[in-house]
């Protein structure tokens, strides 16, 4: 069987020979610059580099023995700023499962009916005054200290009944507290000893 390969030593014409010459003198360095200029992506770099050989190989003499490496370095630029420019203009493309994400996650009615309704069972296991704090400070948007002067309690006060009250909504509304939500505990040589 005898193949022959383009620009192989037994290549048919001199226009193919000066075009494996080309290759070969011009491809690595011109690929080095094509990955710069696209920020590392090596496969529309290979698609550029042959592109641009490509159009090379049309459109220039390549037995002439002119100096192609300016031309080829301009076209492969030439190619990656139309490439972008044509990704700008178009629009962008969507994956087909992204409306359906969008759909999933997106909250709606009946997310916020079964929520509140949650909420409201959640709210019946805390005590009155666990109530009324979690109603001026996260409903009527006071501070500590404007949530105590209304219910007549130090802020103090407040900031530990808000933070018992979201406790335990936490534990009725079944959420698990991580690590870094968890209370942390006294160690034992904290606590005076009986003895």
């Given at each position: 069987?005898g193949?022959?390969?383009?620009?192989?030593?037994?290549?048919a014409?001199?226009?193919?020979?000066?075009?494996?010459?080309?290759?070969?003198?011009?491809?690595?360095?011109?690929?080095?610059?094509?990955?710069?200029?696209?920020?590392?992506?090596?496969?529309?770099?290979?698609?550029?580099?042959?592109?641009?050989?490509?159009?090379?190989?049309?459109?220039?003499?390549?037995?002439?023995?002119?100096?192609?490496?300016?031309?080829?370095?301009?076209?492969?630029?030439?190619?990656?700023?139309?490439?972008?420019?044509?990704?700008?203009?178009?629009?962008?493309?969507?994956n087909?499962n992204?409306?359906?994400?969008?759909?999933?996650?997106?909250?709606?009615?009946?997310?916020?009916?079964?929520?509140?309704?949650?909420?409201?069972?959640?709210?019946?296991?805390?005590?009155?005054?666990?109530?009324?704090?979690?109603?001026?400070?996260?409903?009527?948007?006071?501070?500590?200290?404007?949530?105590?002067?209304?219910?007549?309690?130090?802020?103090?006060?407040?900031?530990?009944?808000?933070?018992?009250?979201?406790?335990?909504?936490?534990?009725?509304?079944?959420?698990?507290?991580?690590?870094?939500?968890?209370?942390?505990?006294?160690?034992e040589?904290?606590?005076?000893?009986?003895a």
């Amino acid at each position: 069987m005898g193949l022959t390969m383009m620009g192989s030593s037994g290549a048919a014409s001199a226009q193919e020979r000066a075009l494996r010459t080309l290759y070969d003198e011009q491809a690595g360095a011109l690929y080095t610059y094509v990955v710069r200029l696209l920020g590392g992506d090596r496969h529309r770099a290979e698609d550029v580099v042959q592109e641009a050989l490509l159009r090379c190989w049309r459109t220039q003499d390549l037995t002439a023995g002119q100096p192609l490496r300016p031309w080829l370095f301009r076209v492969a630029r030439n190619l990656v700023v139309d490439e972008y420019r044509l990704r700008m203009a178009r629009p962008q493309e969507v994956n087909g499962n992204d409306w359906l994400d969008d759909l999933i996650t997106r909250p709606d009615d009946v997310d916020r009916l079964l929520s509140s309704l949650l909420l409201r069972e959640a709210f019946q296991h805390l005590s009155p005054k666990h109530r009324e704090v979690l109603y001026e400070t996260y409903f009527s948007g006071r501070s500590m200290r404007e949530a105590g002067e209304v219910l007549g309690v130090p802020p103090g006060t407040v900031k530990s009944r808000v933070h018992h009250a979201v406790r335990v909504l936490r534990l009725a509304m079944g959420v698990v507290e991580s690590d870094g939500d968890a209370v942390a505990e006294k160690p034992e040589w904290a606590y005076p000893s009986a003895a």
